[in-house]
T-cell receptor
Framework: DTEVTQTPKHLVMGMTNKKSLKCEQHMGHRAMYWYKQKAKKPPELMFVYSYEKLSINESVPSRFSPECPNSSLLNLHLHALQPEDSALYLC?????????????FGEGSWLTVV | AQTVTQSQPEMSVQEAETVTLSCTYDTSESDYYLFWYKQPPSRQMILVIRQEAYKQQNATENRFSVNFQKAAKSFSLKISDSQLGDAAMYFCAYRSNTNAGKSTFGDGTTLTVKP
């Protein structure tokens, strides 16, 4: 089973709202990732958690706040977003973060900021 | 820094025919992994095939196979007996096995399958 589950699948939020994206995996993976993807572009890495600790932050604006409550869960808290933040947000996991293990992706959460 | 280049923004193939998608990469590392991911209109990124750089044998997964040329830094994907469900954007990706776990993706190739 190589399933990464993301909720919600679609989210529309105003620029003053606070919302969260959630991600869950039960493969025993110890690395989890957030990617942002615009239409017809490759995914862009935002954050990496390795063993529940933030190991990579790709200079993401503070209006995006990741959280890893345990090894199976990953959240992305959203606050005061801009319309240009509208995109597909992909969660992913891999067995470990530091090495070249395969990354498995969830179905993504479509975010629209109005 | 590693780079991944997919020189074909769009490709098309007739159903049941064979198509090859190109990918080249640049790295100074010797230990790494290469992947092909498929992203259909539903937008989920699905792993198609992976290749460990230390393995000389080309990876295969049913109708999907790769031609891995390490010296030339080339990693092409061959899809045999193409099916309508193969229509998607395909991304080639590089992942180091020694540095921090970042992946580098190519810009993607959109594959159309004609009935």
């Amino acid at each position: 089973d190589t399933e990464v589950t993301q909720t919600p699948k679609h989210l529309v939020m105003g620029m003053t709202n606070k919302k969260s994206l959630k991600c869950e995996q039960h493969m025993g993976h110890r690395a989890m990732y957030w990617y942002k993807q615009k239409a017809k572009k490759p995914p862009e890495l935002m954050f990496v958690y390795s063993y529940e600790k933030l190991s990579i932050n790709e200079s993401v604006p503070s209006r995006f706040s990741p959280e890893c409550p345990n090894s199976s869960l990953l959240n992305l808290h959203l606050h005061a977003l801009q319309p240009e933040d509208s995109a597909l947000y992909l969660c992913a996991s891999s067995q470990r973060g530091e090495t070249g293990r395969t990354i498995y992706f969830g179905e993504g959460s479509w975010l629209t900021v109005v | 820094a590693q780079t991944v280049t997919q020189s074909q923004p769009e490709m098309s193939v007739q159903e049941a025919e064979t198509v090859t998608l190109s990918c080249t990469y640049d790295t100074s590392e010797s230990d790494y992994y290469l992947f092909w991911y498929k992203q259909p209109p539903s937008r989920q990124m699905i792993l198609v095939i992976r290749q460990e750089a230390y393995k000389q044998q080309n990876a295969t997964e049913n109708r999907f196979s790769v031609n891995f040329q390490k010296a030339a830094k080339s990693f092409s994907l061959k899809i045999s007996d193409s099916q309508l469900g193969d229509a998607a954007m395909y991304f080639c990706a590089y992942r180091s096995n020694t540095n921090a776990g970042k992946s580098t993706f190519g810009d993607g190739t959109t594959l159309t399958v004609k009935p």
